[in-house]
């Protein structure tokens, strides 16, 4: 709403944008307007949504339960989120996903790669924002994205810009 200051939750690696998505869910958990969310609605919510099976969503729910019936304010539910963002994801996670990328095996993610990705999940991504997304990742400017500059990639908490 208007009286939002996304301002006072401000943490190292949050921008703006991340507190402000942050927030909509928070509203959405807040159906009685409140600006406080039941730690047990929120758990069968997202256990009703069949999110368990992602680790980080399985150590939030720990902590909801830790957190037992104390309601959360916005500042709780930020901390709860971020807390978990902040467990970096392994570097075999990263090498997964990097995986999916690098269907052709080359040990590089070439803007081709990138392109086949963007079509598979129906996306029409201009040849110029591939190349940029490709050059943001590329630390030793060889046109592709190694799996070092990868993991350095998703291991960043922000992108620069």
Do not use: C
């Not at 720990?62 to 901390?79: T, W, Y």
């Not at 996670?93 to 790669?113: E, H, M, Q, Y």
């Not at 079509?119 to 030793?140: F, H, K, N, Q, S």
């Not at 291991?155 to 810009?161: D, I, L, M, V």
Request: avoid cysteine; charged fraction near 35%.
């Amino acid at each position: 709403g208007a009286g939002f200051n996304w301002r006072r939750y401000e943490r190292p690696g949050l921008v703006q944008d991340d507190i402000e998505e942050i927030k909509e869910a928070f509203d959405l958990f807040d159906v009685d307007g409140t600006q406080r969310v039941n730690p047990r609605d929120l758990r069968s919510t997202i256990l009703s949504l069949g999110l368990r099976r992602n680790h980080v969503v399985q150590a939030m729910l720990i902590d909801l339960e830790r957190q037992g019936a104390r309601p959360l304010d916005f500042a709780g539910f930020v901390d709860l989120v971020t807390a978990k963002m902040g467990e970096r994801d392994t570097r075999d996670d990263v090498a997964k996903v990097f995986r999916l990328f690098d269907d052709d095996r080359t040990g590089t993610i070439s803007a081709r790669n990138l392109q086949r990705v963007a079509r598979e999940l129906g996306e029409l991504v201009p040849p110029e924002d591939i190349e940029e997304m490709i050059a943001r990742a590329d630390t030793d400017a060889d046109g592709e994205v190694s799996l070092d500059d990868f993991y350095a990639l998703m291991t960043k908490r922000s992108f620069p810009y």
